[in-house]
């Protein structure tokens, strides 16, 4: 039996915020992820598949998990750069790594 994934109403707030979603997908995310309703229900309220939530559900718990890989005072970007910069981002990320 899978390991039902669930957050606190205040992670899942603060994983929202970070990602651009609709608010009928965070609606549906959070019914499953913070109140624990079945997908297969939540599916039905909303007239979409299940797939389709759990394609929502899968986005906002990637990124909760992303956001406890970076710790306190980091954030995660990304940009293209010339060579030579982007050599000079990798130095910092190790440095900052090694500080840790």
Known sequence: MATRRS???RDFDATVKRLNIS?????MARRVL????QQSTVAAAYSV????V????????????????I???HEKITAVLPADKAEIVRT?????????
């Open 7 to 9: 957050l606190t109403k």
């Open 23 to 27: 608010e009928q997908a965070a609606e």
């Open 34 to 37: 913070v109140s624990n309703e």
């Open 49 to 52: 598949t299940i797939s389709a």
């Open 54 to 69: 759990s394609h929502q559900v899968g986005r906002v718990w990637r990124a909760y998990v992303e956001s406890l890989e």
């Open 71 to 73: 710790p306190p005072g």
């Open 92 to 100: 910092w990320e190790r440095d900052s790594r090694r500080t840790r």
